[in-house]
């Protein structure tokens, strides 16, 4: 069964300073990666994912994050975030093959962007 | 195009009551996911739908809990007889296949008093 670890619970940081968000995974099959990001009393708003192909993957808003298959990590990154920013941010992976088309996730980083 | 709808977005229940959840997908989408979060938690799966069949439900407590996606109308996850352990967030995702990423819904707070 596939796995995903989240360490950091809550992570707060000053506006516009940069932020790191970890996530390692752990599967014996390939799988699709994912970052959520959820607003208080709303659901999951996807922000990126990894399918395939580079293994840089960037948002809209200015997030990236990167796919390392060595270390199993798919770290989200932003070199400079705003207050908008303030959210819980979720990492997600989902089998490539097989039965399963759930999606398994992390248990979740609380941001807190600091004015 | 309207997104994933959930009603209601907060249920109150006493305990031994039932409580229904309600999901209309996506236009388009014919597989959905319910999903449950617990407070401080992140979402764990239940069940997966297409049209009138549960491709996967292992996620499912085995009491209790059930679901259905009917050929006409909204996706409905059941809870029956509630007990103070079922209060949680419950959250519904649609897809047009399984290979696409799943749209959230706004989720629906179930309280048990």
């Known amino acids: 069964a596939q796995s995903v670890t989240q360490l950091d619970s809550q992570v707060p940081v000053f506006e516009e300073a940069p932020v790191e968000l970890r996530c390692n995974y752990s599967?014996?099959?390939?799988?699709?990666l994912f970052w959520y990001v959820q607003y208080p009393n709303q659901g999951l708003q996807l922000l990126l994912k990894?399918?395939?192909?580079?293994?840089l993957v960037e948002s809209i808003n200015g997030f990236e994050a990167e796919f390392n298959k060595s270390q199993t990590s798919f770290h989200l990154r932003k070199p400079s975030v705003h207050i908008s920013d303030t959210a819980e941010y979720f990492c997600a992976v989902k089998l490539v093959a097989g039965s399963a088309r759930q999606l398994t996730f992390g248990s979740g980083t609380q941001l807190t962007v600091l004015p | 195009n309207a997104g994933v709808m959930q009603n209601p977005r907060h249920l109150v229940r006493r305990r031994g009551q039932e409580a229904r959840l309600r999901c209309s997908p996506m236009?388009?989408?014919?597989?959905v996911y319910w999903y449950r979060q617990l407070p401080e938690e992140g979402l764990k799966f239940m069940v997966y739908?297409?049209?009138?069949?549960?491709?996967?439900e292992s996620g499912m407590p085995k009491e209790r809990f059930s679901a259905e996606f009917p050929k006409e109308g909204p996706s409905i996850l059941r809870i029956q007889q509630v007990v103070r352990g079922d209060s949680a967030a419950y959250f519904c995702?649609?897809?047009?296949?399984?290979?696409?990423?799943?749209?959230f819904g706004d989720g629906t707070r179930l309280s048990i008093l």
């Open positions: 995702a649609s897809s047009p296949s399984s290979d696409q990423p799943q749209h």
């Open positions: 599967s014996s099959v390939s799988v699709y």
């Open positions: 236009k388009g989408h014919s597989h």
């Open positions: 990894y399918l395939s192909g580079s293994t």
């Open positions: 739908l297409q049209k009138e069949n549960i491709i996967d």
